[in-house]
């Protein structure tokens, strides 16, 4: 079981530009939810996909920030016009149920807006 | 300020000793979880507890909870090298998902050989 693989590790964009950050959950699982770590803070819950559908995106940015789960492939958490204070660790998570009170991360993805 | 945080920031012994880590928090929980990251890994669960329950022992990992003191520790006997990571405690609030959990940001354990 590869567990949950994100990619890139880093990621390196200039202002206004866009990012996209993926994420493929452990084997099995079908609810993914995506976390962000800003410099000298706890991980913050973001937004809950099930597959092609958002379930909770009460802590995502109004603006710019879009996640997806399609059918087929990864989640994708897309960052448009990337600001300075994007700069953070995002990281996925999986489980195969939204009951299960057992989340598995991924090893995430290191944003850097220059 | 933070739901959860963690005590000390920083933590450094000598391999064999105990680690105690503390957690603090601030709104009634449905269960407290702790979570360990080595450095540049994500991060793995490790134990969680009950607002029901006062103490939970799994290998080495001994986790106790205080709601009325709404504090929990995490205790690592005999610690190893490999032992060496940051460690998070994370909650889940009473009425709230068990995948919105709440995290402080972390003690970094140091165990020198």
């Known amino acids: 079981n590869a567990g949950v693989m994100q990619n890139p590790r880093h990621l390196v964009r200039r202002r206004g530009q866009e990012a996209r950050l993926r994420c493929s959950p452990m084997?099995?699982?079908?609810?993914v939810y995506w976390y962000r770590q800003l410099p000298e803070e706890g991980l913050k819950f973001m937004v809950y996909?099930?597959?092609?559908?958002?379930?909770?995106e009460s802590g995502m940015p109004k603006e710019r920030f879009s996640a997806e789960f399609p059918k087929e492939g990864p989640s994708i958490l897309r960052i448009q016009q990337v600001v300075r204070g994007d700069s953070a660790a995002y990281f996925c998570?999986?489980?195969?149920?939204?009951?299960?009170?057992?989340?598995?991360f991924g090893s995430g993805t290191q944003l850097s807006v220059l | 300020s933070q739901q959860g945080e963690e005590d000390p920031q920083a933590l450094s012994i000598q391999e064999g000793e105990n680690a105690t880590m503390n957690c603090s928090y601030k709104t009634s929980i449905n269960n407290l979880q702790w979570y360990r990251q080595n450095s540049g890994r994500g991060l793995v669960h490790l134990i969680l507890?009950?607002?029901?329950?006062r103490e939970k022992h799994s290998g080495r990992l001994r986790v106790t909870l205080d709601t009325s003191k709404k504090s929990s520790s995490l205790l690592i006997t005999a610690s190893r090298a490999a032992d060496t990571a940051s460690y998070f405690c994370a909650t889940v609030l009473v009425g709230g998902s068990n995948y919105k959990l709440t995290f402080g940001k972390g003690t970094l354990l140091t165990v020198n050989p």
């Open positions: 996909l099930q597959k092609e559908n958002i379930i909770d």
């Open positions: 507890i009950r607002s029901n329950e």
């Open positions: 998570a999986s489980s195969p149920d939204r009951l299960n009170e057992k989340l598995f």
């Open positions: 084997k099995g699982h079908s609810h």
